[in-house]
């Protein structure tokens, strides 16, 4: 086997990055045109796909999504991913690794199925054989050969329970129809109409809805994760007075305090 790649699968295992998977730069089908691609190194061969997962346990007063409890995934992921590529830097220095965590270049879904990362369920969502789908994506681009790791060839177990208990009647074959899908809505700006209103009332979240990963089987008996930054400073519960605070260093923070104060309303409000 390919020594570099040896190499690496020693680093990462060593550094605590075991979800990865590799994907050669001529299978990706397209790239999408973000600031971020001009980061691409020139004569990219692979990118290096990375699950980090956020499960974090069960919380009964939780009003916010399961990601958003946890740390801004946006900070912590990006920071994983830049040490990573220094280190990896250093020790094959004749070749260039840049990270990409946000606002990503690449099709993360296709090339985490194609690198045998996870799969896509009915809900749309990448699931790891591991972690589930309670995951998020980044990626490493890097010049340095590698060869291109295998796709697990399996689907979900197509229960439906996703579709059956999607609150938004939201999921089709070939897309999730975001005008109703009941995340979708909680981060939209403006006004939102009566039924969107009832949607957020009987869901009892705040922010985003995690119906479709609920309900998923292939979601039962994960492991908690292993990420100390996303087991540190989690806080399932957003009082009003918090809001101020925490849009600031939350993930839910780019939609600003005026779209959380408004779904808070529509909660806790007689
Ligand atoms: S996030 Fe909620 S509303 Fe959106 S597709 Fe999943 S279950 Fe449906
Ligand atoms: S809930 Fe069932 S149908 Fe939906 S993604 Fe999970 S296994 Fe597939």
């Known amino acids: 086997m390919d020594n570099n790649f040896l190499k690496l699968k020693q ?44 499960y974090v346990g069960d919380f009964p007063n939780r009003n916010l999504s399961r990601y958003a409890i946890v740390q801004d995934y946006h900070i912590i992921v990006k920071n994983l991913l830049k040490k990573l590529s220094s280190l990896l830097t250093i020790v094959f220095e004749s070749f260039s690794f840049v990270p990409f965590s946000d606002n990503s270049p690449f099709p993360e879904v296709e090339i985490a199925v194609k690198s045998g990362l996870g799969f896509v369920g009915l809900n749309h969502l990448l699931i790891t054989e591991k972690y589930g789908s309670f995951i998020f994506i980044g990626e490493i681009a890097t010049d340095m050969p590698l060869p291109q790791t295998p796709s697990l060839n399996k689907t979900c177990l197509k229960c439906m329970a996703c ?19 009941l995340s979708h809505i909680t981060q939209k700006k ?61 993930a839910f923070g780019f939609r600003g305090p005026s779209v959380l104060k408004r779904n808070h309303g529509i909660l806790y409000d007689k």
């Not at 208990?165 to 109703?180: L, T, Y």
């Not at 292939?218 to 292993?226: A, R, V």
């Open 11 to 54: 680093i990462l295992k060593y550094n605590n990055f075991p979800a990865f998977g590799i994907c050669n730069y001529s299978n990706i089908s397209k790239t999408f045109d973000v600031r971020s691609r001009n980061l691409i190194p020139y004569n990219t061969h692979s990118v290096i796909v990375f699950a980090f997962p956020y």
């Open 163 to 181: 579709i059956k208990k999607c609150p938004g009647k939201a999921i089709f074959k070939d897309k999730i129809n975001m005008d109703s899908c």
């Open 190 to 250: 403006g006004v939102v109409s009566i039924q969107e209103k009832t949607l957020i009332k009987q869901n009892k979240l705040i922010w985003g809805c995690d119906v479709c990963q609920d309900v998923c089987p292939h979601n039962k008996n994960i492991p908690l994760t292993y990420i100390e930054d996303f087991k540190t400073d989690i806080i399932p519960f957003l009082s009003f007075n918090n809001i101020d605070i925490l849009v600031k260093t939350r």
